[in-house]
């Protein structure tokens, strides 16, 4: 970091039709914490969050929201591809991210008037720069043994290799979390996190829980947003809805062979970059105005969601969105159209603001690692079996 002072978090207390709060101070209270920065590369999201025994999982406590400096966040958008001096400059921008994860759970705590001491553990999940299960392995940059140092905290990472290495993808991880937290009895839901990369979690009543990523999530809105009109993502989606979806780009853009793949399957910026859309560019020479490109980047991301809905969570009456995405107001539109007769909602419906799911998702990954259970789903990812996940690092 630089010598400019701790960056400023924004802390968050759960919405008012949210999770209950609940004080620190409760007796019997099981505090774990949650820290995830996501494909968007936008910042980092933590949680606090209570897992003492109770209907649901869990009871939020505080979230806050840390931004990343802008020459961190360049220097991770240029390790998603090879470059000069990759070794010393991941080393350096893990440190970097170290210190302000543990600034992030410091500033949750403070949040909920909790001690570091009270936290039993934190879930990190790391930032991802390269994901090829494929080849047997995936990157998450991280430094978790200076985050527990840093934040006085018994430190969960690395929470995919060991699934990997059972033969997954190990991604998505989240859909275990997904089914504890929503599923219904009564009802068919899935549930999407519109990321940098969408996935979903088909929860039908009964059976196993399926779940894999669908394609793009906000990763070339925000790419081709940030190349035309120089501002990061897309506010509630203005841009796109400014223009018109082009038929003949959208065709080009689906012709993409993982959109066809069955699950188990994962992506990320290693297929869905720069150089992909440039690719469906040239394909129709492409001539037109940039919102129309936008309109059909926000249409690529709601059809292959949709597309996914209809072939793998037949019967499916509920579709419930989270992450970044659920915030973009013609996305969510887009889907809406797209699934019509699904009730389209999002998770603050259910009482988990949006933003606040997947770093709850790592929070609930590290309990279960310290309590020996696996986190994993071998119908998601195809692993062997089903994996305890995560490396620990005391405090």
Known sequence: MSGAGPPQAANRAPSAGGIEAASAASVGVQLYAGVMSGTSLDGIDAVLAD????????????????????????ELFALQSAGDDEIARAARAANQLADLYAHALRSVCLAANAGAHDVIAAGVHGQTVRHRPQEGWTLQINNAARVAER???????????????????GAPLVPAFHAAMFRAPDRHRVVANLGGIAN???????????????GPGNVLLDLWCARVRNTPFDAQGAFAASGKADAALLA????????????????????????????????????????????????????TLADSVRKHCKGATELV??????????????????????????T???????????????????????????????????????????AVYPR
């Open 200 to 214: 979903l979690t088909d929860l039908a009543p009964r059976g196993a829980v399926h779940g894999f990523d669908t």
């Open 321 to 346: 969105l989270c992450g970044g995405g659920a915030r973009n107001a013609d996305l969510v539109q887009r889907i809406r159209g797209e699934l019509t007769g699904v009730a389209v909602t999002t």
């Open 51 to 74: 897992f003492a025994p109770g209907a649901r999982p869990c009871t939020l406590l505080a979230a806050t929201h840390v931004a990343f400096p802008s020459d961190l966040r360049r």
């Open 348 to 390: 603050d419906a259910l009482g988990v603001a949006s933003e606040h799911v997947e770093a709850l998702a790592f929070a609930w990954l590290a309990r279960e690692a310290l309590a020996g259970r696996p986190g994993n789903l071998p119908a998601v990812t195809g692993a062997s079996g089903p994996r305890v996940l995560g």
């Open 151 to 169: 934040a006085y905290m018994t430190v969960v990472a690395d929470f995919r290799m060991r699934d990997i290495a059972a033969g997954g993808q």
């Open 252 to 303: 080009a853009m689906l012709a993409e062979r993982y959109f066809a793949r069955p699950p188990p399957k994962s992506t990320g910026r290693d297929l869905f970059d720069a150089q992909w859309l440039e690719r469906a560019l040239s394909a129709v020479r492409w001539d037109g105005a940039a919102e129309d490109v936008q309109a059909t980047l926000a249409a690529l991301t709601a059809r």
